[in-house]
């Protein structure tokens, strides 16, 4: 009896990788020596690092002595004492940039267009006690290389920094450009310490997009020079706003985390506020019942046919596109209800003197607010809708958002767009925790079930799209959309959640033994992560009970 | 222009629906002005004659509360509105609390914990407009402090001004329902005693009056159990996981002093796994697979309720627990037992062979004895449903029932003649929706889907099905939350404001209209928030502002 449990454990160590990296690296190749951080274990930069690289380089040595993290095992840290008594130790990482490679800071080769960030590195741990090296063609690949070296790292409760998987040699680049995370601050306000927490756990994992849903129908809290007056009557509060500066302080936090942040303003939709400031834009305002107006209270939208209307949004759109260094800006397109233009006889009125069509007035809006991002060098991003439901024309290097469904995809690659992944029925994170609407008991959320990060992990950023349409999916992200959300819940509800889609769009289809990715050797690293979430400050959940983290495999669904 | 007309119609309209007073749970009876009153800046809140040392603690809580809420008033412009109604209103200074002729000040501890059907919780609270002092009368100081706690809600604040609107405030209020109560599980992951403090804290201010404390289960063994610390020692996730009795003494203190009585849970003799670290004598199937078969989530393992030893062990662990809490109430558990397990045990076999039992006999052998321990220590039994419904076993007739796995089961409870107090999964559950979390399941939703939000709890009804001789076997309920995918990061969102629902149901009595709860509920969330619990936002900060604009049909 007592034999057949030890057998059992021996397997499990056996079966189970020890290391604890998300996403997991393309290429890696690990050993079984143990080895030990030297006591004065430093790392050493390249030659006149900028500041963001010194920056991320005290940050990693920070994470390495305070993650304090055991390993997830029985016995924790008591269960590797021995291995560990007698390792070698490492003195130091070496940081180098390829030969040739021009030094520009992490921010600057963060904020470039999709697809030319370099983020790729290359990482070496000898077991021999020599130094380990790290090396990128940018700071941005080194910034990478850090991020997963201050994961290698256990505690063996206080008496020593290990890693029992040396030597470490890892080869890394993502699979997709864009690895995203979308917060809507407008249903209810997050301060800029809220979404400075959220690009750290962003970066930790590897994210380098985030989508910043800023405005919406509820609350307008970005400050715009030039239009200050839609913020003024449109926040919720004078003190939820987010002024320029606090833009500033926002986008230089994330570049330096290796984050470009694409701002969007949704229009012509989702716009209701803006009547505080302006009425003579805004259609259909609180009309009554919302629920033909809008697909949330309250309803309101652009009068997009007015050509007043398109040159304040155009103009809008501008100053809003200046504020952000990235060279995308979103200018939404979901949502739009016809039945609120129906009713507005100034847009009737406009639509008859003009003799356009409804689909048309959008293209000439599209067009023009599109126009104003192309003259400032922005590529525009857009929801599905755009696409698939309207009749606009649009420029070809407009990048999509699918979200309704992940069946839709096909459909926009069809058009020849760019795909960035974030449909509802695998990355909302809202999804499942009920109906927020009032006087409704027994509805539920409309996008139900909750979506975990099993379902979201399952995700193929592929399924049918033609091989000669791959070349269009930039990547993906998880959204938190907050109807039911606020400071309070945010980290638990995106973490460690949002660390799924991370990793299916860094590591792509195949593990680095080329095995496809799964959910069973998934888990205990993504166990792995969390705890060290929570030891930097993030408030994310517990996936399952620890004593399932504590034993990898036990708490599936056939063991 | 005629839609900017029809708007103010509607903002107007919308002002009317608001509660000027926003308390929560409701009194049973209110009346109320509209007059308001600023509070003076040295109000003041005295105890007629001799008072217990945890009345006057509460008495310094209410007067944080009062002056630290700072809560603008939930409607569009918040307190600026107000300020032209309060500017020249005449102030408050003085609140005393009185004990009715006749009763005797005991502390708001012993008051709690008595039994439920005991617990004098009612009180008077008068608000007079003219300005001259409040008055909360009560018979018990527990009524007290349930007065305090109603009067720390009607005060909003705005640039340096604390005030009502709608005095006199007339309140006579005492609970439909004797146990009103919220459950946390600390076993599937464990929570610092400062997080079970927090829900205490939440918990009083919504006049929840029972912990029940699910302290242990399979997957770990937080207490430690004078006379049994080994169960601890080898079943806690970690030395530092652990209540001592210390600690649970201080939990137990904390939660007297708000009203709040801890009904302690070992579950017995199912779910109890982790008993084996220390005992392998005396559970069987521990940790056997596949998991599936042998229980309801891993690790399996369950007491070897036919052994005589074992049985004797359990009664002697349950009466040394028993002994932590000076609760009336305490739980042996009793759900979700798996027979496989024991049809595969040896041991267990041999026993039944040996004394010619069936499992049920010797599961009725087991409960007997284990809840004799108890009533020996004067504690009245607590078990799941099952141990009613499913099995066939003796219980005491006193037995308490908690119905958990559906609202459907209620009335057969009721039939059996049992008191009972709803949990129902259904209704109660918070841990529901939340996503499957056993491994390798992509597609897995949780066994309870879908969220059970707090319209659906709130529209529970006590007594459906149930006659009125079986109505009155209903002493109350509360909702539950198990912790497979919760920790202290999610404690506070989990739970708040979501249970307060079932606080008012069971206090203010069941049919509460849910759109003029939603604007109260609200409020509940912001003053939780401004007191340290991580409440979350039920809907946009733009329908919270505009009662009834964010409702289905608005």
Same mark, same amino acid.
């Given at each position: 009896?007592?034999?057949?449990?030890?057998?059992?454990?021996?397997?499990?160590?056996?079966?189970?990788?020890?290391?604890?990296?998300?996403?997991?690296?393309?290429?890696?190749?690990?050993?079984?020596?143990?080895?030990?951080?030297?006591?004065?274990?430093?790392?050493?930069?390249?030659?006149?690092?900028?500041?963001?690289?010194?920056?991320?380089?005290?940050?990693?040595?920070?994470?390495?002595?305070?993650?304090?993290?055991?390993?997830?095992?029985?016995?924790?840290?008591?269960?590797?004492?021995?291995?560990?008594?007698?390792?070698?130790?490492?003195?130091?990482?070496?940081?180098?940039?390829?030969?040739?490679?021009?030094?520009?800071?992490?921010?600057?080769?963060?904020?470039?267009?999709?697809?030319?960030?370099?983020?790729?590195?290359?990482?070496?741990?000898?077991?021999?006690?020599?130094?380990?090296?790290?090396?990128?063609?940018?700071?941005?690949?080194?910034?990478?290389?850090?991020?997963?070296?201050?994961?290698?790292?256990?505690?063996?409760?206080?008496?020593?920094?290990?890693?029992?998987?040396?030597?470490?040699?890892?080869?890394?680049?993502?699979?997709?450009?864009?690895?995203?995370?979308?917060?809507?601050?407008?249903?209810?306000?997050?301060?800029?310490?809220?979404?400075?927490?959220?690009?750290?756990?962003?970066?930790?994992?590897?994210?380098?997009?985030?989508?910043?849903?800023?405005?919406?129908?509820?609350?307008?809290?970005?400050?715009?020079?030039?239009?200050?007056?839609?913020?003024?009557?449109?926040?919720?509060?004078?003190?939820?706003?987010?002024?320029?500066?606090?833009?500033?302080?926002?986008?230089?936090?994330?570049?330096?985390?290796?984050?470009?942040?694409?701002?969007?303003?949704?229009?012509?939709?989702?716009?209701?506020?803006?009547?505080?400031?302006?009425?003579?834009?805004?259609?259909?305002?609180?009309?009554?019942?919302?629920?033909?107006?809008?697909?949330?209270?309250?309803?309101?939208?652009?009068?997009?046919?007015?050509?007043?209307?398109?040159?304040?949004?155009?103009?809008?759109?501008?100053?809003?596109?200046?504020?952000?260094?990235?060279?995308?800006?979103?200018?939404?397109?979901?949502?739009?209800?016809?039945?609120?233009?129906?009713?507005?006889?100034?847009?009737?009125?406009?639509?008859?003197?003009?003799?356009?069509?409804?689909?048309?007035?959008?293209?000439?809006?599209?067009?023009?607010?599109?126009?104003?991002?192309?003259?400032?060098?922005?590529?525009?991003?857009?929801?599905?809708?755009?696409?698939?439901?309207?009749?606009?024309?649009?420029?070809?290097?407009?990048?999509?958002?699918?979200?309704?469904?992940?069946?839709?995809?096909?459909?926009?690659?069809?058009?020849?767009?760019?795909?960035?992944?974030?449909?509802?029925?695998?990355?909302?994170?809202?999804?499942?925790?009920?109906?927020?609407?009032?006087?409704?008991?027994?509805?539920?959320?409309?996008?139900?079930?909750?979506?975990?990060?099993?379902?979201?992990?399952?995700?193929?950023?592929?399924?049918?799209?033609?091989?000669?349409?791959?070349?269009?999916?930039?990547?993906?992200?998880?959204?938190?959309?907050?109807?039911?959300?606020?400071?309070?819940?945010?980290?638990?509800?995106?973490?460690?959640?949002?660390?799924?889609?991370?990793?299916?769009?860094?590591?792509?289809?195949?593990?680095?033994?080329?095995?496809?990715?799964?959910?069973?050797?998934?888990?205990?690293?993504?166990?792995?992560?969390?705890?060290?979430?929570?030891?930097?400050?993030?408030?994310?959940?517990?996936?399952?009970?620890?004593?399932?983290?504590?034993?990898?495999?036990?708490?599936?669904?056939?063991? | 222009?005629?839609?900017?007309?029809?708007?103010?119609?509607?903002?107007?309209?919308?002002?009317?629906?608001?509660?000027?007073?926003?308390?929560?749970?409701?009194?049973?009876?209110?009346?109320?002005?509209?007059?308001?009153?600023?509070?003076?800046?040295?109000?003041?809140?005295?105890?007629?004659?001799?008072?217990?040392?945890?009345?006057?603690?509460?008495?310094?809580?209410?007067?944080?509360?009062?002056?630290?809420?700072?809560?603008?008033?939930?409607?569009?412009?918040?307190?600026?509105?107000?300020?032209?109604?309060?500017?020249?209103?005449?102030?408050?200074?003085?609140?005393?609390?009185?004990?009715?002729?006749?009763?005797?000040?005991?502390?708001?501890?012993?008051?709690?914990?008595?039994?439920?059907?005991?617990?004098?919780?009612?009180?008077?609270?008068?608000?007079?407009?003219?300005?001259?002092?409040?008055?909360?009368?009560?018979?018990?100081?527990?009524?007290?402090?349930?007065?305090?706690?109603?009067?720390?809600?009607?005060?909003?604040?705005?640039?340096?001004?604390?005030?009502?609107?709608?005095?006199?405030?007339?309140?006579?209020?005492?609970?439909?329902?004797?146990?009103?109560?919220?459950?946390?599980?600390?076993?599937?992951?464990?929570?610092?005693?400062?997080?079970?403090?927090?829900?205490?804290?939440?918990?009083?201010?919504?006049?929840?009056?029972?912990?029940?404390?699910?302290?242990?289960?399979?997957?770990?063994?937080?207490?430690?159990?004078?006379?049994?610390?080994?169960?601890?020692?080898?079943?806690?996730?970690?030395?530092?996981?652990?209540?001592?009795?210390?600690?649970?003494?201080?939990?137990?203190?904390?939660?007297?002093?708000?009203?709040?009585?801890?009904?302690?849970?070992?579950?017995?003799?199912?779910?109890?796994?982790?008993?084996?670290?220390?005992?392998?004598?005396?559970?069987?199937?521990?940790?056997?697979?596949?998991?599936?078969?042998?229980?309801?989530?891993?690790?399996?393992?369950?007491?070897?309720?036919?052994?005589?030893?074992?049985?004797?062990?359990?009664?002697?662990?349950?009466?040394?627990?028993?002994?932590?809490?000076?609760?009336?109430?305490?739980?042996?558990?009793?759900?979700?037992?798996?027979?496989?397990?024991?049809?595969?045990?040896?041991?267990?076999?041999?026993?039944?062979?040996?004394?010619?039992?069936?499992?049920?006999?010797?599961?009725?052998?087991?409960?007997?004895?284990?809840?004799?321990?108890?009533?020996?220590?004067? +504690? @009245?039994?607590?078990?799941?449903?099952?141990?009613?419904? #499913?099995? $066939?076993? !003796?219980?005491?007739?006193?037995? *308490? /029932?908690?119905?958990?796995?559906?609202?459907?089961?209620?009335?057969?409870?009721?039939?059996?003649?049992?008191?009972?107090?709803?949990?129902?999964?259904?209704?109660?559950?918070?841990?529901?929706?939340?996503?499957?979390?056993?491994?390798?399941?992509?597609?897995?939703?949780?066994?309870?889907?879908?969220? +059970? @939000?707090?319209?659906?709890?709130?529209?529970?009804?006590? #007594?459906? $099905?149930? !006659?009125?001789?079986?109505?009155? *076997? /209903?002493?109350?309920?509360?909702?539950?939350?198990?912790?497979?995918?919760?920790?202290?990061?999610?404690?506070?969102?989990?739970?708040?404001?979501?249970?307060?629902?079932?606080?008012?149901?069971?206090?203010?009595?069941?049919?509460?209209?849910?759109?003029?709860?939603?604007?109260?509920?609200?409020?509940?969330?912001?003053?939780?928030?401004?007191?340290?619990?991580?409440?979350?936002?039920?809907?946009?900060?733009?329908?919270?502002?505009?009662?009834?604009?964010?409702?289905?049909?608005?």
């Amino acid at each position: 009896m007592a034999f057949k449990v030890v057998e059992l454990v021996l397997g499990l160590l056996l079966a189970v990788p020890v290391c604890g990296l998300w996403p997991i690296p393309r290429a890696l190749q690990t050993g079984t020596t143990p080895l030990i951080l030297s006591k004065d274990f430093k790392i050493t930069a390249i030659r006149n690092p900028p500041s963001d690289l010194t920056g991320a380089i005290s940050r990693t040595l920070g994470h390495i002595s305070d993650d304090k993290l055991q390993r997830l095992v029985v016995g924790r840290a008591s269960a590797d004492e021995a291995a560990v008594q007698h390792a070698k130790q490492l003195p130091s990482l070496t940081l180098s940039l390829a030969e040739g490679a021009e030094v520009k800071s992490i921010s600057e080769e963060a904020i470039k267009p999709l697809g030319t960030r370099s983020e790729e590195y290359v990482l070496h741990v000898p077991s021999d006690g020599s130094p380990a090296t790290l090396s990128a063609n940018s700071t941005l690949g080194l910034l990478r290389g850090l991020t997963t070296f201050e994961q290698l790292w256990y505690d063996l409760d206080g008496a020593a920094t290990y890693t029992l998987e040396a030597p470490i040699s890892i080869t890394d680049a993502p699979a997709y450009p864009y690895r995203g995370f979308m917060l809507d601050t407008a249903r209810n306000f997050f301060s800029v310490s809220d979404i400075e927490r959220t690009l750290d756990a962003m970066s930790w994992a590897k994210m380098n997009q985030f989508h910043w849903h800023v405005v919406d129908s509820q609350s307008f809290p970005l400050q715009i020079s030039g239009f200050t007056e839609v913020a003024a009557k449109g926040a919720y509060s004078s003190s939820m706003t987010f002024s320029p500066s606090d833009v500033q302080t926002i986008v230089t936090y994330a570049a330096e985390r290796g984050i470009d942040v694409l701002a969007e303003i949704d229009t012509p939709g989702h716009t209701a506020i803006i009547y505080e400031s302006h009425p003579e834009h805004v259609a259909c305002f609180v009309s009554s019942p919302w629920t033909t107006f809008a697909n949330e209270p309250p309803s309101g939208q652009l009068r997009f046919a007015s050509p007043a209307t398109t040159n304040f949004t155009t103009g809008l759109i501008a100053a809003a596109a200046k504020m952000f260094p990235s060279s995308m800006f979103s200018t939404g397109g979901d949502e739009l209800n016809i039945p609120c233009y129906d009713a507005d006889a100034e847009t009737q009125q406009i639509l008859n003197s003009t003799g356009q069509t409804l689909e048309q007035a959008l293209s000439t809006f599209t067009q023009s607010t599109h126009g104003a991002l192309a003259t400032l060098g922005k590529t525009p991003v857009v929801w599905e809708e755009m696409v698939l439901e309207h009749n606009v024309t649009l420029a070809n290097d407009t990048v999509v958002m699918v979200w309704i469904s992940s069946a839709n995809a096909a459909a926009v690659a069809e058009k020849n767009f760019r795909i960035v992944h974030g449909p509802s029925d695998y990355f909302y994170l809202d999804c499942g925790a009920g109906e927020w609407l009032g006087g409704d008991p027994l509805a539920n959320s409309w996008c139900d079930p909750f979506k975990t990060w099993q379902k979201s992990y399952t995700f193929d950023p592929l399924a049918n799209i033609t091989e000669s349409q791959q070349h269009l999916v930039m990547g993906g992200q998880q959204l938190l959309w907050t109807e039911q959300s606020g400071p309070e819940n945010l980290d638990a509800i995106a973490w460690p959640r949002a660390a799924s889609s991370a990793e299916v769009f860094w590591t792509g289809a195949t593990l680095p033994d080329g095995t496809p990715r799964n959910v069973s050797s998934a888990l205990p690293r993504l166990h792995d992560f969390r705890f060290r979430m929570v030891q930097r400050g993030i408030r994310a959940i517990p996936l399952q009970p620890l004593w399932c983290a504590l034993r990898p495999g036990l708490c599936d669904l056939d063991s | 222009m005629f839609p900017r007309a029809k708007l103010l119609v509607f903002t107007a309209l919308l002002a009317a629906l608001a509660p000027a007073d926003a308390l929560w749970p409701q009194p049973r009876s209110i009346e109320t002005g509209g007059t308001p009153l600023r509070l003076s800046g040295g109000f003041a809140i005295t105890v007629a004659g001799s008072a217990p040392s945890d009345l006057h603690a509460a008495v310094q809580d209410a007067k944080s509360f009062i002056s630290n809420d700072k809560l603008g008033r939930l409607v569009v412009g918040r307190g600026a509105v107000d300020v032209a109604a309060y500017s020249k209103a005449k102030t408050l200074s003085k609140l005393t609390l009185s004990l009715e002729k006749g009763a005797t000040a005991h502390s708001i501890t012993s008051e709690a914990q008595k039994a439920p059907e005991a617990r004098d919780e009612a009180y008077t609270l008068t608000v007079p407009g003219d300005g001259s002092g409040a008055t909360i009368t009560a018979n018990s100081t527990l009524g007290l402090y349930r007065g305090l706690t109603t009067f720390t809600q009607l005060f909003f604040y705005n640039e340096g001004t604390t005030y009502l609107l709608n005095a006199p405030v007339h309140i006579e209020d005492a609970p439909a329902y004797p146990y009103r109560g919220f459950m946390l599980d600390t076993a599937r992951n464990y929570f610092p005693v400062s997080d079970i403090k927090r829900t205490l804290d939440a918990m009083s201010w919504v006049k929840i009056n029972q912990f029940h404390w699910h302290v242990v289960d399979s997957q770990s063994f937080p207490l430690e159990v004078p006379g049994y610390p080994e169960l601890s020692q080898k079943g806690a996730y970690s030395a530092s996981s652990v209540y001592s009795p210390g600690d649970v003494a201080d939990i137990i203190s904390y939660a007297g002093a708000r009203g709040i009585d801890v009904m302690l849970e070992i579950d017995t003799p199912g779910h109890t796994s982790v008993i084996s670290k220390s005992h392998p004598e005396h559970v069987a199937c521990p940790e056997a697979t596949p998991w599936a078969t042998y229980a309801n989530e891993p690790p399996a393992g369950q007491l070897r309720l036919a052994s005589e030893a074992t049985t004797n062990f359990t009664a002697g662990l349950l009466a040394a627990a028993a002994k932590l809490s000076p609760s009336t109430l305490f739980s042996t558990g009793g759900d979700e037992l798996n027979t496989n397990c024991y049809a595969a045990d040896e041991e267990t076999q041999a026993s039944l062979n040996a004394t010619g039992k069936t499992l049920e006999q010797a599961l009725n052998t087991f409960t007997q004895v284990t809840h004799k321990a108890l009533l020996d220590e004067g +504690k @009245t039994p607590v078990v799941w449903e099952e141990m009613v419904l #499913v099995h $066939n076993v !003796t219980l005491n007739p006193e037995t *308490l /029932v908690l119905v958990w796995i559906s609202s459907d089961d209620v009335k057969a409870v009721a039939e059996a003649g049992f008191k009972l107090i709803h949990a129902a999964s259904d209704y109660f559950y918070l841990d529901c929706g939340g996503g499957g979390w056993v491994g390798d399941f992509p597609d897995g939703n949780s066994w309870c889907d879908p969220f +059970k @939000t707090w319209q659906k709890s709130y529209s529970f009804d006590p #007594v459906a $099905n149930l !006659t009125d001789a079986e109505a009155k *076997l /209903v002493i109350g309920g509360q909702h539950l939350l198990w912790v497979e995918q919760s920790g202290p990061e999610n404690l506070d969102p989990a739970v708040w404001p979501r249970a307060a629902s079932s606080a008012e149901l069971f206090w203010s009595g069941p049919g509460g209209n849910l759109s003029t709860a939603l604007p109260r509920l609200h409020e509940v969330a912001y003053r939780m928030r401004q007191r340290g619990v991580q409440a979350i936002s039920l809907q946009p900060e733009w329908c919270a502002l505009r009662p009834g604009a964010c409702d289905l049909t608005a």
